[in-house]
């Protein structure tokens, strides 16, 4: 570990160092002092009340320094106690940064701006390698409202888990550790000195004193020094005070073996905890208390129900949930600078955590947020594709190009056919083949009918093989390609991407109102094909867009998990059928669902650690898919009880034959299979009336122009 040294006199005369920069006050990095000497000289001397205090607070407090980055701030001289811890720090090769708080930077707006502020916070808070930090306070020079002002200025409230050691007068033990800015933090260790020790720890002496100055005298040798520590969540699940023993400045021991300064295992001890989250099944269900806005709430079977369960049971709290004061998620107002909703609630510390919220990077300026327990990605919810027209089912077997060669070709193969025959009659002097029925002919050919007036000569033989020999491949695979189209229909193409949105004609698309994350991603997105489908997007509700699906030509974009709860309630029938299609390709709009915390919620960490060993365990997919079975069960037991249709939407659309099961099974052809063909030959024996009545129009006009 790379050795932080300070010098006594660097830090006594920092401000004349610099005294135009602020923070000269922060004294960070690798130094080569000279002053090392002087610290040395510190440690060897006779023992003093500064000395005996920094070894009592080496001795209680290692544990809490042990593997941390130290912060050492006082405000005005240091004492003689900074001094001697210091040189003990030294000896023990630990990082450090001393802080002078009486030249620490203003807030902003005021002398200072918010450069210097930033360059001080990141001196304090020290290199991000460090697994911890620790803060000693030396309140023994009277000013005690100037540290704790620098304490909230350096957003301690932040950092709930930096450990804080104070040493200060006995007087002012409950002001100052329930002072605001150490309401957050876990660990805190107080050493109340009594008057006779404050005056000594005051009294600077010089390194080569009289014999007897600086030293310990028998009063102040058996003076003791009460040692207390804050605990946030007493027996009543309240902040307290907890006293750790006593000892005298030549006390060797430490303290009992029962009292530990140190415990990360955080319990509540029944405390209660304000919780704010907005309707979300499967994730969060409940139901209102009272009809206005903010009231409480009582929560129903869901998978964050199910967490808060074990959650609080594991850590001994209680909770009351309510909603937000206006029933949105979070969105950032830009003419205030605030957020709305779950985001503002937590903001303005209105509550202490929330249930599902997905975590953005603007969000987690004003927020905090456990692990994400489940990921939500954004999909296109569509009625399943349906089949083509039956009609067509004729011309399916080939493409559009194999069509257009088949009917180019027959015409052309009887041309040459003719050709043929009228070039052999010219020379052989023979009599050659009508043009009409050479056409007939290569048709005949292609419908597998056997010409009765063939060619006679060997050239038009050849090429007549030629066609037939084509023809065969042609209708053969055409035959068994029909009887496939026949018995499975072929569908349109689904719905998969934002793009086959854009690119289907006539097709609508559109989503619920919502001040959340997906409202942010199409807002803020910068991908032209997000950007088309925000401005032709529809708003409607739940069941209006889910309506709107069923009709066909409409496609609902909301969030994966949360419409497949919906689907498999609502509609799926009993069978496991239902006409709802997912695209194949999801969207991950943002991270997934975890729940939020204020900013500095000291209990954050012991939440998402109980957490995890829930994700681990597997109980995530295992409580959603019991929660959305339980619930589709409970609507289908409503709706039978009612005599309505257990499968609801899906049960009427097979009614309907809007949609059909899926599954193997024999198909017998039918009059919808072959309804093809018989068009075909109602549209024959139309083409034949039509000639017909040609027929005869133009014989009586014929037998009119003859009497004439």
Known sequence: MQMHTY???????SRQLSPQNPSAALITGPQNLTDTDGLRRIAEERPTSGRLMADMVMQVGHEMLRGCHIVLATAGEPTVFLDNLLSLLHRKEMAMTVINADAAPQPPGQHQDEQNRKNLLRGLWGDPRFTCRALVLDLTQGKVNTVLRFLE??????????????????????????????????HTLYFALNDLILQRLRQRTSIKGKEGDGTVNSRVRDS????????????????????????????????????????????????????????????????????????????SDSLDTRMLYAVSSALNFTYVV??????????????????????????????????????????????????????????????????????????????????????????????????????????????????????????????????PTGPTHVTARVLLGSWMLNCMIITAAYRSSLIAHLTVQKKFPPINTFEDLLGRKGWRWGRMP??????????????????????????????????????????????????SAIISTYYTNSLGYTPIYLSSKEYPIYSGFSWGFRKGAPFRRAVSMIQQRIIEAGLITHWVDDVVKARARKVRMERKLAGQETGGQADQLLKEGVAETQGDRKVVLGLQHLQGGFLLMFLGYAAALLCLFLEIVTHFLSIAGFMK
């Open 514 to 563: 919502s001040s959340g994350t997906s409202f942010t991603f199409f807002n803020k997105s910068s991908d032209p094909v997000v950007n088309s489908v925000f401005m032709n997007i529809e708003y409607h509700d739940l069941d209006e867009n889910m309506k709107q699906v069923l009709k066909g030509g409409y496609s609902f974009l909301t969030n994966k998990y949360y419409v």
């Open 153 to 186: 200025e350096s957003a301690l409230r932040e950092r709930p888990h930096a450990r804080v050691i104070l040493l200060g007068p006995n007087a002012l033990t409950e002001g100052v550790l329930f002072h605001p800015s150490l309401e957050n933090t876990v």
């Open 322 to 451: 309510r909603e937000p004061w206006d029933r949105q998620w979070g969105v950032f107002a830009e003419e205030t600078g605030n957020w709305t909703g779950i985001v503002g609630t937590l903001q303005y510390e209105k509550a202490d955590l929330s249930l599902g919220v997905g975590p953005t990077a603007d969000r987690l300026r004003v927020m905090e947020h456990s692990r994400v327990y489940s990921p939500e990605p954004f999909v296109i919810v569509s009625l399943k594709p349906q089949p083509l027209p039956q009609y067509l089912a004729l011309i399916r077997p080939y493409e559009g190009e194999v069509w257009v060669l088949v009917i180019l070709l027959t015409p052309a193969a009887g041309v040459v056919l003719w050709l043929l025959q009228k070039t052999w009659s010219i020379i052989s002097e023979e009599r050659g083949m009508k043009f009409s029925s050479a056409l007939l002919c290569s048709l005949s050919i292609l419908l597998g009918d056997q010409s």
């Open 224 to 299: 003791l020094v009460d040692m207390f520590s804050k605990c946030l969540y007493c027996m009543d699940g309240t902040s307290g005070i907890r006293f750790l023993g006593s000892r005298s400045l030549l006390q060797e021991s430490e303290l009992q073996e029962n009292i530990t300064v140190l415990d990360d295992r955080m319990q509540f001890k029944g405390h209660q905890f304000d919780i704010v989250a907005m309707n979300y099944f499967p994730y969060i269900e409940y139901s209102r208390d009272e009809d206005f806005l903010g009231t409480t709430v009582t929560l």
């Open 7 to 13: 010098s006594s006199f660097l830090i006594r005369h």
